[in-house]
């Protein structure tokens, strides 16, 4: 099993992301918001250390000017 692992600031943008990668995102969990990138991103290393053995892909998508960011989890086959 692969965990893909983001976190973003708009959900379209998120969800474009998927799609154009041929992943439905609705079977994703979602987590936030975080206050900063920084804070994200510190959730997405302890996910990744969580989920050891696993393959884990990280996306990180960015769509400033909002300054929260919120975090996705979805498993993949």
């Known amino acids: 099993m692969k965990v893909l692992l983001g976190i973003y600031q708009d959900k379209e943008a998120i969800d474009d992301r998927l799609n154009a990668q041929g992943i439905d995102g609705w079977d994703a969990c979602q987590v ?44 993949m086959e």
């Open 32 to 75: 936030g918001p975080f206050a900063s990138q920084t804070e994200a991103l510190e959730w997405m290393d302890y996910m990744a250390e969580r989920l050891q053995p696993h393959a884990v892909e990280r996306l990180v998508v960015s769509h400033p000017p909002p300054s929260i960011w919120y975090g996705m989890t979805l498993a």
